[in-house]
């Protein structure tokens, strides 16, 4: 059966990873963010009051307009460095202003990595922290949302990644006022170079996490929720398959399909069998008692994965580090023996619907932000907001 483009791209993409997780060089700095944030959350770009959609209630949760109007504005153009790197600059500076302007402490990760033929690719982590009553202190556990802003140089990326990104912006102003209330800390991280084989996060992981904030505090570390392409609802009978060594290693993955007549209509998370499940069970726990709930499913995809990096078999494994989960699963610092918990949450990209065919292209694009989409797209951020504030107490 020939594939189709967009599993012929993702198998690309889960080499490059699979290649960068062996092992590569990078240097990395941290810029202290002196930046002033021009965001002003009363208004849009052009000047128009729009102060009743930034109102913040964590009761009432996301808000649909500002989903929209981040993907629309901000996230529906190429943001890579080769093909746009102007833009993708643009969209750093506005990444940055809305971290400066909801977090206490906001910062850049500039890293330089060595890829393959000896060449040299630059980046930037984009990093908010809320601290927690029990910051830089071995009783607090940090709580990590991610997602990664880079596109391919072909795609404008509205659900590869905008949509992940433009929930982890939402969840930052609704959590904001609860800065200090809360036990532990929440860090948001802007991945860069996700698409070039997850290079932010393993720099991020690897040179910032592990050494300047787990190592020297010795804090605890409750895990990281990766969102990676969380726009594409599809309730259609059979637009929904995954990969065989998927089914054949989580077989209730392939019973789950087979008993939803393929239809995409659910969520899926990515954890290891057992030892993710202080994130994931929370999160279970929040979905179910959403409104709509059988309207939106959900699929736990839950590998026996060794939870020691060195144990992991990348080729049984590779299908399950399609993200910048696998930095979290796959560290490298000898310091630290386990690896750190991570659940990876996704419409599962191009093994759905139209993303078979516009995964990584050109019609990943505007057309991807109706009514449909961004309401599973509200209920996925209202469950993390939930889950998030359920953990960081």
């Given amino acids: ?17 699979m290649e960068n997780l062996k092992g590569l060089h990078i240097e990395s700095h941290i810029e202290t963010n002196s930046f002033k944030s021009q965001f002003d959350p009363s208004v849009d770009e052009e000047d128009h009051p729009v102060l009743e959609h930034y109102s913040v209630d964590t009761n ?23 093909s746009d790197p102007m833009y993708k600059d643009e969209v750093r500076a506005t990444i940055l202003g809305r971290m400066a302007y909801y977090t206490a402490e906001s910062f850049v990760q500039h890293f330089e990595a060595t890829v393959s033929l000896a060449r040299t690719v630059k980046g930037a982590n984009i990093i908010g922290i809320l601290p927690g009553i029990n910051r ?3 009783t607090d556990s940090i709580v990590l949302i991610g997602a990664h802003y880079d596109t391919t140089k072909h795609s ?62 010795k804090t605890g570390f409750t895990g990281a929720f990766i ?14 398959t995954l990969p065989s060594d998927v089914t054949r290693i989580v077989p209730k993955a ?6 939803n007549r393929y239809a995409g209509d659910f969520i899926a998370l990515i954890s290891r069998r057992d030892y993710d499940d202080g994130l994931l069970e929370p999160f279970k726990k929040a979905w179910y ?105």
């Fill in 289 to 393: 008692t959403m409104p709509s709930q059988s309207k939106y499913k959900l699929l736990v995809i839950d590998p026996p994965i060794p939870q020691y990096p060195h144990f992991i078999s990348a080729y049984r494994f590779r299908n399950f580090m399609r993200s910048d989960h696998a930095a979290f699963w796959n560290h490298r610092n000898r310091d630290f023996l386990a690896s750190l918990p991570a659940v990876l949450i996704t419409d599962t990209g191009p093994f759905r619907g139209v993303q078979r065919a516009c995964y990584h292209e050109f019609c990943d694009d505007k057309a991807q932000i109706t009514t449909e989409n961004l309401e599973f797209l509200k209920r996925i951020v209202d469950t993390l907001i939930v889950t998030v504030l359920n953990l960081a107490n």
């Fill in 136 to 138: 830089n202190q071995k």
């Fill in 156 to 217: 404008p990326g509205v659900d590869d990644n905008g949509s992940g990104i433009a929930a982890l912006l939402e969840m930052v102003r609704i959590l904001a006022p609860r800065s200090g209330e809360l036990n532990n800390t929440i860090i948001f991280v802007a991945f860069d170079l996700e698409e070039n084989g997850i290079l932010g996060s393993l720099a991020f992981v690897n040179q910032y996490l592990i050494p300047k904030e787990l190592k020297p505090k």
């Fill in 60 to 82: 009432q949760g996301s808000n649909v307009n500002n989903l929209k109007r981040l993907l629309s504005e901000n996230f529906s153009r190429q943001r890579n460095h080769e």
């Fill in 227 to 240: 969102l990676d392409m969380l726009l594409n609802y599809d309730p259609n009978k059979r637009s929904q």
């Fill in 254 to 259: 392939g019973s789950f399909l087979r008993g």
């Fill in 1 to 17: 059966m020939e594939k189709s483009p967009g599993i012929l791209a993702a198998e690309h993409h889960i080499d490059r990873i």
